[in-house]
């Protein structure tokens, strides 16, 4: 009876690894190594409130996803500096998939305080006609049980006078 009652458990955890195992197909490529890692990029930064202490922005991104298979997201951890200044950094635990050969965008509330930074700030925008050197660090999640992670730099430059009406 003991014997019997081992069996069953045996015979049930081997069913539910293999249950478990098979609807992990879509992860395969990740395994496999043919997976390729999603272009992330900032589209977007849209200022919703600038206070003497605190900035409220909207960080708008695009995810291209590659893949023949869906691509779970299960959020992003970002940096952006401006030169050398760190304006924001912090995490977005928003989940969402990209469809396969597809792409989606998703918003990232952002806060910060400028105003330790306000001298260096206004010494930039001096010269609206020349470009200031942006960077965005970060890394998105993936994965649903076998996450991967998926780290992102880029760097560019804009051009104060171009945003700052006259």
């Known amino acids: 009876m003991l014997y019997q009652a081992q069996m069953i458990r045996i015979l ?58 869906n691509l779970p997201v299960r959020g992003l951890a970002y940096t952006v500096h401006l030169n050398d200044i760190k304006l924001a950094s912090g995490e977005s635990s928003t989940w969402f998939t990209v469809p396969a050969h597809g792409h989606q965008t998703f918003d990232v509330p952002v806060r910060t305080n400028l105003w330790r930074h306000m001298k260096q700030i206004v010494k930039l925008l001096e010269k609206p006609d020349q470009p200031i050197k942006y960077r965005l660090e970060g890394e998105v999640k993936t994965g649903l049980m076998f996450g991967k992670s998926v780290h992102l730099t880029r760097n560019g430059e804009i051009i104060p006078g171009s945003y700052i009406p006259e």
């Open 12 to 69: 049930s955890l081997m069913l539910f690894f293999a249950l478990s195992l098979s609807g992990l197909s879509g992860c395969s490529t990740w395994v496999t190594g043919s997976f390729q890692d999603p272009e992330v990029r900032l589209v977007k930064v849209d200022v919703i409130r600038a206070k003497l202490l605190e900035q409220q922005f909207v960080l708008r991104f695009r995810i291209d996803n590659p893949n023949d298979v």
